[in-house]
T-cell receptor
Framework: AQKITQTQPGMFVQEKEAVTLDCTYDTSDQSYGLFWYKQPSSGEMIFLIY????DEQNATEGRYSLNFQKARKSANLVISASQLGDSAMYFC????WGGGSNYKLTFGKGTLLTVNP | KAGVTQTPRYLIKTRGQQVTLSCSPISGHRSVSWYQQTPGQGLQFLFE???????NKGNFPGRFSGRQFSNSRSEMNVSTLELGDSALYLC??????????FGPGTRLTVT
């Protein structure tokens, strides 16, 4: 079973509008972290936001916020006031702190976001 | 603080050759991880080092190896290159837990 599922291969949004990128995850660990990364066409992975499984409040970083619903095992990224420079591939990832896999990030397949002027 | 640096940025090799990629983490970061990214397989974990010890290894053949030095810099080596090894190789560093910060990657082409 996939640990990270991103169901939207591509998304389009108008400049200045908000957009939500979906991510669901699967883990039996109680302690884990969820991450979102942005990868422009240049290839570099840019760390956007982090949510720990025990964090009670949703993480926010500037225009980025993470809508964390633990019971549903979802960690959607919300980008407010989209800008043309937000056009990129976005990856959701998880790091589990227990067991033998606690030192690696497991990535979803990504969502390609296109911001239209 | 300087970010994660990777050298070289681009490489072209022929089948059967070997290659060494280098990664310098963010100052103070002791954990370095390596990932392979291809259009078909996406992002796959190769291995992770912390204080010169390999803590975890992904599902890659033994041709893929790595090491970490006392200054936390890391290298990965791929021997007997195959066409399928063509990929973007990304290095990431972190304190331990928390966010992993990625370098710009090394784009390897095997012909």
């Amino acid at each position: 079973a996939q640990k990270i599922t991103q169901t939207q291969p591509g998304m389009f949004v108008q400049e200045k509008e908000a957009v939500t990128l979906d991510c669901t995850y699967d883990t039996s660990d109680q302690s884990y972290g969820l991450f979102w990364y942005k990868q422009p066409s240049s290839g570099e992975m840019i760390f956007l936001i982090y949510q720990g499984s025990y964090d009670e409040q949703n993480a926010t970083e500037g225009r980025y916020s993470l809508n964390f619903q633990k019971a549903r095992k979802s960690a959607n990224l919300v980008i407010s006031a989209s800008q043309l420079g937000d056009s990129a591939m976005y990856f959701c990832a998880m790091r589990e702190w227990g067991g033998g896999s606690n030192y690696k990030l497991t990535f979803g397949k990504g969502t390609l976001l296109t911001v239209n002027p | 603080k300087a970010g994660v640096t990777q050298t070289p940025r681009y490489l072209i090799k022929t089948r059967g050759q070997q290659v060494t990629l280098s990664c310098s983490p963010i100052s103070g970061h002791r954990s370095v991880s390596w990932y392979q990214q291809t259009p078909g397989q996406g992002l796959q974990f190769l291995f992770e080092y912390f204080s010169e010890t390999q803590r975890n290894k992904g599902n890659f053949p033994g041709r893929f190896s790595g090491r970490q030095f006392s200054n936390s810099r890391s290298e990965m080596n791929v021997s007997t290159l195959e066409l399928g090894d063509s990929a973007l190789y990304l290095c990431a560093s972190s304190l331990d837990r928390g966010g992993q910060y990625f370098g710009p990657g090394t784009r390897l082409t095997v012909t």
